[in-house]
C-alpha cells in the first residue's frame, strides 16, 4: 500500500520560494504519474505540475509555469515540487499524488484529468497535504 507523506510547506512573502517533498513509500509498481494538486477554498482541485516516472516527462499548469519545477529523486522516494516567485493566489493546501500508469497514457485524457480523476482500472494514492500562505 503507497503512502505520501508532504512536507514543506509554511509561510512566505510575496516573491519567496517554498520546496515541497512528498516521501514515498510502499510502492510495487514501476510506472506511476506522479505529481501535485492543490484546492483553494470554495474552488475545485487544480493540477499543478506531474511527473512521469517512466521517462522523467514533467507537465505544468498554465498558472505556475516558469515558476515551479517538480523533480524526483532516482529512487522514487522522494517527490519535490520547487516553488519560486511565490504569488498570494498560491496560497493553499497541496497535496501529492501517484496514480498507477502513465501521465500521458490515455488517448484524449490530459494529464491533470488523470491525475485527479484516475481510470478505474488505476490504482491512485493522495497525501494530507501541506499548507502554503504567501502573503
Known amino acids: 500500500h503507497v503512502q505520501l507523506v508532504e512536507s514543506g510547506g509554511g509561510s512566505v512573502q510575496a516573491g519567496g520560494s517554498l520546496r515541497l517533498s512528498c516521501a514515498v513509500s510502499?510502492?510495487?509498481?514501476?510506472?506511476?504519474?506522479m505529481g501535485w494538486f492543490r484546492q483553494a477554498s470554495g474552488k475545485g482541485r487544480e493540477g499543478v505540475a506531474a511527473f512521469a516516472t517512466a521517462d522523467g516527462s514533467t507537465y505544468y499548469a498554465d498558472s505556475v509555469k516558469g515558476r515551479f519545477t517538480i523533480s524526483q529523486d532516482n529512487g522514487l522516494n522522494t517527490l519535490y515540487l520547487q516553488m519560486n516567485s511565490l504569488k498570494p493566489e498560491d496560497t493553499t493546501m497541496y497535496h501529492c499524488?501517484?496514480?498507477?500508469?502513465?501521465?500521458?497514457?490515455?488517448?484524449?485524457?490530459?494529464?491533470?484529468?488523470?491525475?485527479?480523476?484516475?481510470?478505474?482500472?488505476?490504482?491512485?494514492?493522495w497525501g494530507q497535504g501541506t499548507q502554503v500562505t504567501v502573503s
Open positions: 499524488a501517484a496514480v498507477t500508469g502513465s501521465c500521458m497514457g490515455r488517448p484524449g485524457v490530459a494529464w491533470y484529468e488523470y491525475l485527479l480523476t484516475p481510470p478505474r482500472d488505476e490504482y491512485y494514492y
Open positions: 510502499g510502492h510495487t509498481y514501476r510506472t506511476y504519474c
